[in-house]
């Protein structure tokens, strides 16, 4: 049995986002738990996560089911958002319990991140990927001072019970080593010979994504980019979609870009014209599965959209395949966009 697990946003209030779960037999076809797949609300009441929880994490640990999550709280209406990293349990992995605050927070990073001192208000810790070793856990996850666009770093840190974290004072990657661009939705891999880090490259000069994996000896430092959806031949290039090409003084003229994006949503049904993001990866019989979510362009009301796809990673141009897309009732809480997949395979 497959549980994936994902974050859903519903077209009514964009800006409210939730955790569900939908299971599947083959990995392909899933269908929502009880009935609509929400299984961790938000609280609008809550202290410290009032706006959204997303980026679930779900491991087996010590007798337990834990889910590490990504959590944004605002103070009043208008008020500055906090970022910060939740923890979850659960004896099933679909009745969760929340821990009654953040696990990790901007205060967490004052003295490590660049930038952040003693008075900055703004900043957060978020996306965070667990490995399960011998003697702990490790986690990594982003943190960023002012901006996660400008100034976005990996992190690195370790704990024996996965409550208590050390974190590694020196990052592990800068979204800046590769442009303008920010980095996002690291997963990590134990492989022969050391680690692989999966994650997402935003190009922040035209608001698309690529996802990339790097190899290390330690989780640490990294090496060797290549660049797996869209796939390119070496380096790192990412882009909208294009349909037409026509340009003026280089850049494609308002009307022009607007006439692509329904070429796009008419020819392609609008499908990867951001690109793809939030890599999970999984073994299956042999086979490496790749599973993320896609940035889709829609109507002028729909404007973007996404959902959740799949494909094998050795044939990764020719098998992709929608696994969950936005439920159809525009009043539910994931009618606007599915993402953040993360899937456990169960016996």
Not at 137 to 165: I, P
């Amino acid at each position: 049995m497959y549980y994936l697990y994902y974050a859903g946003i519903p077209v009514e209030d964009q800006s409210v986002e939730q955790i569900g779960l939908a299971v599947s037999e083959d990995g392909v076809y899933f269908d929502r738990v009880n009935g609509t797949g929400l299984i961790l609300p938000l609280d609008r009441q809550s202290r410290w996560a009032n706006l959204r929880v997303c980026n679930p994490t779900v491991i087996w640990f010590r007798g337990e089911w834990l889910m590490y999550y990504h959590v944004a709280h605002q103070e009043g209406l208008r008020g500055l958002v906090n970022h910060s990293i939740g923890l979850a349990r659960s004896q099933d992995g679909v009745e969760w319990r929340n821990e009654p605050g953040p696990l990790l927070s901007v205060d967490n990073m004052r003295d490590i991140h660049p930038g952040l001192t003693r008075d900055s208000k703004s900043g957060g810790v978020i996306e965070p990927a667990i490995l399960v070793e011998e003697d702990g856990l490790q986690m990594w996850f982003v943190g960023y001072g002012n901006s996660y666009r400008t100034d976005s770093k990996l992190y690195h840190a370790v704990s024996a019970d996965g409550c208590e974290w050390h974190i590694t004072r020196n990052w592990v990657l800068s979204g800046n080593q590769f442009g303008d661009c920010s980095v996002h939705y690291p997963q990590v891999l134990k492989v022969d010979g050391g680690y692989e880090l999966w994650f997402t490259l935003q190009n922040n000069k035209n608001e698309a994504y690529a996802i990339c994996m790097m190899e290390s000896a330690d989780g640490l430092v990294m090496d060797r980019l290549e660049q797996v959806l869209p796939k390119v031949p070496e380096g790192f290039t990412v882009k909208a979609r294009e349909g037409f090409v026509f340009k003026v003084n280089g850049r494609v003229p308002r009307g022009v870009a607007r006439l692509n994006w329904e070429v796009c949503r008419i020819g392609w049904g609008g499908r990867n014209y951001f690109g793809y993001a939030h890599p999970h990866v999984i073994e299956e019989g042999g086979e490496r599965i790749l599973y993320y979510h896609n940035y889709n362009y829609g109507s002028k009301r729909r404007r973007t959209w996404m959902d959740i796809s799949r494909c094998e990673l050795a044939r990764a141009r020719s098998t992709h395949k929608v696994v969950l897309g936005p439920t159809a009732n525009p009043k539910a809480w994931d009618s606007w966009i599915v993402a953040d997949p993360f899937v456990v395979k169960r016996v």
